[in-house]
């Protein structure tokens, strides 16, 4: 069953509430890298991703006293809603906030770009390919990220110079449904379901609800280590902070 906005409230507060010396995902974040475990060719066991969820480099147990069940249950039923969603090429709402008056479209789903790009980073097989729709799908996740973060990526880049700038918050996260469409061809191929250009519908699913935005953005992760077939972008290292916006 999809999660309701008192679901989603309980999800950010149980990743909230997850205890120092543990560094969570936040929500932004988590919806991300559930589409980057999807995208996966070969589906992996959750117990081998939950534990990156409430400690991403590290991936330490929960105290006992936390209650993870509670928080495992609301991300089971998200990671069936995206992999409906995934599985048949339909229309899904990233948990993406609006950006603030400094901030631009872009820069307000590099949260959710960070945490699909950290299942890829600890899941890289995703990338270990030639397929042109992988380098196009890459492009149109990755431009959130600055340029000159991006290492060893000359091809990638290429394909990104080329992109007309967005021109408001519906066109990039139109764009980031799309580039998750193009890598689940190539990693999840549906033969029964025909191709079909990505429309959102008129009612949107389920947000995330408003709430106060933290006074830093997350550190961008680093993806995997390039491969001759499909070459990877390198970022590089920042220290983790808490997401923007």
Known sequence: MPLGPADVAELERLLDSVP???????????????????????????????????????????????????????VARRFAELDRAIERRQWFDPWVLEPDDEGGPLDAVMPWVAGL???????????????????????????AFDADDLEDAEALL????????????????????????????????????PPAPVVKPAAAPVAPPARKAP???????????AKKSAPPPARKKAPRSPSGR
């Open 20 to 74: 120092a010396p543990l560094e969570p995902l936040d929500l932004m974040m988590l919806d991300g890298f559930l589409c980057g475990v999807l995208l996966q060719p070969r589906r992996i066991p959750p117990a081998q991703w939950l534990p990156h969820i409430t400690d991403v480099d590290e991936a330490r147990a929960l105290p006992r006293s936390f209650p993870a069940q509670a928080l495992h249950d609301l």
């Open 117 to 143: 790009a950290t299942a890829i980073d600890l899941y890289p097989s995703v990338l270990q390919t030639s397929d042109e729709r992988v380098l196009e799908g890459q492009a149109l996740l990755y431009r």
């Open 158 to 193: 290429a394909v990104m110079t080329e992109m007309e700038p967005p021109e408001d918050l519906d066109e990039v996260i139109e764009d980031l449904v799309t580039g998750v469409f193009l890598l689940a061809d190539v990693t999840r191929p549906a033969s029964e379901v």
């Open 215 to 225: 006074t830093s953005r997350p550190a961008r992760p680093a993806p995997p280590a």
